[in-house]
């Protein structure tokens, strides 16, 4: 999509359709006010009688009769000025997008009013308003042959009264398009079904994104991750006849003579997982395609990252694979030596994420990062706990799992932390290995967690466990549609942003 910044009055800018915020309790001031009376009072007469109060997500369509400048205006809700964030901007945005959209106009004006997050946050208003624009436009439809969708919008305008204000609302709005843009692609690799989001296929995108970007890729093959000792994750692959790919993506962004110990993130890349041998039921199981979601995540925070010119190290991995019940499955009751030495008891082959993850930790501490932080459709326990409203996150350094909650937080991707008390180790001690890779019913998501922790060593490490959040059945959310959600992606772009030094958002 095309963003472009306009300085102008929106009494005398003219267009086809400009998108407004409208605050419960500000009805006659400021913009508001001064645009009711350029439309004769004809705003305050129609809103009242279509009993449009400006409740959060309430939208409001009005023709202008040529009275001013742009043909129509549709306004959306924001609610109480005292309750407005910055996402709840981000979902109003999204819904008078959908709503414009039906109308078949390919462009539109977004007007930035600096009276609702003030002057100084121009910048961060101009971003999460493209971020719900783009976000709530998006829609999987690349393997449809007959499109029916109305005519997309294709151009938005940010509309800035303050001339002084363009140059922070343009920053603000390139940002928002580059994290919008890049949430989009992660969606699109989880939408993708698993017969063309294979491990090759993810190997193949992650070489794009290096060659494009500049970054240094590599990619471990089957034979060789037998032989660097990756017992746990080959484990998993030994039932598919998918080649597995262990991906490792380096974004080089430190400035010379800086620091160059990277943060490391990790991301399941299961593409299909049946469950193995512990054969998942069919129901939803075709849904299993997106198990690669921790893996999509990272891809997308690494192409935004350089997009962004981050000034930092980011080393990605990646170990993907199908989980199959082929002739050479791994069984219930195997046990198998990981890289970092320790043995497993495989319990369940269905709990496989954490096989996988587990190797990949111990290989990203060869990097020696500041800090380590995964992202899994782990454990169906963290839907059941937490449900579709926030990840389960874990970890062993209060400070890290502090930055990454703010982070999510600050973006409207919420997290909430659980515990990895010892008490809850004996779940997954095994009677024949070191550990076993599952710990039973009670408690499924934390000793997944505490089965993560034993491989993360001294690493300031955090674990989020994305299984409720990253798939929606139904497009209830203004920016999230049905199906991916591109979760993480603008937490972990966020948390960066903060660690590379950036000012702002």
Known sequence: MEIQVESGALNTTAGAVCLLGYFEDEKTKGAIAALDRALQGRLKKMTAAEGFSGKFLETFFLRTNGKIGFERLVFVGLGQRAEVTEDRLRQSAGKGAALIQKLGL??????????????????????????????????????????????????????????????????????????????????????????????????????????????????????????????????????????????????????????????????????????????????????????????????????????????????????????????????????????????????????????????????????????????????????????????????NNARLLAKVRAAGEAVGERTWELPLWDEYFNQIESDVADLQNVGGRAAGTITAGLFLKAFAGDVPWVHLDIAGTSWYNDGRHPYVPKGASGVGVRLLVHYLTKVAGRKGR
């Open 106 to 395: 390919s462009e539109i004006a977004l007007h930035c009013n600096a009276e609702v997050l003030g002057k100084s946050k121009m910048g961060t208003l101009a971003q999460v308003l493209v971020e719900g624009l783009i976000l709530s436009l998006y829609k999987f439809d690349r393997l449809k042959t007959d499109k029916k969708d109305p005519k997309k919008i294709t151009k938005c305008t940010l509309l800035v009264e303050e001339a002084k204000a363009v140059s922070a609302a343009a920053s603000g709005g390139a940002r928002g398009k580059a994290i919008a843009e890049g949430v989009c692609y992660t969606r699109d690799l989880c939408n993708l079904p698993s017969n063309m989001a294979t491990p090759t296929y993810l190997a193949t995108e992650a070489a794009k994104i290096a060659e494009a970007e500049g970054m240094s890729i590599e990619v471990l093959e089957r034979d060789e991750i037998r032989s660097l000792g990756m017992g746990a994750y080959y484990a998993v692959t030994q039932g598919t006849e998918e080649p597995p790919k262990f991906i490792i993506l380096q974004y080089h962004g430190t400035p010379k003579g800086g620091k160059k110990r990277p943060v490391a993130l990790i991301g399941k890349a299961v593409t299909f997982d049946t469950g193995g041998i512990s054969l998942k039921p069919g129901a939803n199981m075709e849904q299993m395609k997106y198990d690669m979601s921790g893996g999509a995540t990272v891809l997308g925070v690494m192409k935004i990252a350089a997009q962004l010119q981050l000034p930092l190290d980011i080393v990605a991995l990646l170990p993907a694979t199908d989980n199959m019940p082929g002739g050479k499955a791994v069984h219930p009751g195997d046990v198998v030596t990981c890289l970092s030495g320790k043995t497993v008891e495989i319990i369940n082959t269905d709990a496989e994420g954490r096989l996988c993850l587990a190797d990949a930790l111990t290989y990203a501490a060869r990097f020696k990062p500041v800090a380590m932080i995964d992202l899994a459709t782990l454990t169906g326990a963290c839907v059941i706990a937490l449900g579709q409203h926030a990840m389960g996150m874990m970890g």
